[in-house]
DNA sequence: ACTTCAAATGCAAATCATTTGCATTTAAAA
DNA sequence: TTTTAAATGCAAATGATTTGCATTTGAAGT
């Protein structure tokens, strides 16, 4: 079966490797971001390895071809996820750092305008949602 | 005169050092959020001298009391800024990183909606929005 | 004003996510 | 296969932020 992992290493046009398919494999199965070390460790679990550089290299280089999105958050560690299907924003568990993405985004009509009120060429944005879970609340 | 710095630390009700008043009075005197190393050296420029440690805490214990909004950037940096005059969202330019202030909020009304339809209490939310700044979009 | 003491500071050392240098391995082109 | 640039692993470096601890200081009570 062809994996959506070749075909991403086959556009950005670099060498199709083990750990570079985990990392993208890993992505794949989610819909969370994830952390480096996330990555990593979900890595082992499925029994191969990779080194903790090597993730971090490879998202990296995802990033860079826009293929992977990268959010700092406020613990400090990054969280990253694929972009193949389209930008997504997520509802952030301040308590217990889970997140759900959320299906629509309210700047996508709202960008031309502020771009060019500010004269800006608008490229992205980020957006995250803040609050306690269903399971934080009760606690 | 009196200063809202003084109001600040009182309403927080902790010891109204130097320190903190000089953090406080740079962050007021900009509309962009600023790196704790940022304040750092705006103090010094005034001929004061505070210890970055003390930055960092004064601007957690800030952040705690939800006088400051913290917000990681993608070169790893933390930028903080006041938010006594409620919260603000901003462009920030890819190429420089300075940052504009826009003055809506396409969150407000959602957020309600949002937090029912997922069963979260939602406490806040951050958006930035990315692009190229007049001046880099000449180079 | 003076005393007292918890709270705050400064300094240096520690932390921790991320990055990097370099020797070794590997995918894929010839 | 052979070749070679690209990718990996490992260990050490980096850099923003945090922390331990001895010293200082604001402010509450006298």
Known sequence: MKKLADDILAKIGCKNTKPRKAVIEVLESTDNPLS???IFLRIKQLGESVNL???YRTL???ETKSLVSKTVMSD???RYEL???GHRHHLVCTNCHKSVPIDFCPLEKLEK???K???FDITGHKLEIYGLCPKCKKE
Chains 1, 2 share one sequence.
Do not use: R, Y
Request: overall charge negative; proline content about 0%; cysteine-free.
């Open 36 to 38: 480096a070390e996330d």
């Open 53 to 55: 550089s090597t993730v």
């Open 60 to 62: 990296d280089l995802m």
């Open 76 to 78: 400090g560690k990054a």
């Open 83 to 85: 972009t193949v299907d």
């Open 113 to 115: 305008d502020i771009g």
């Open 117 to 119: 009120k500010n004269d």
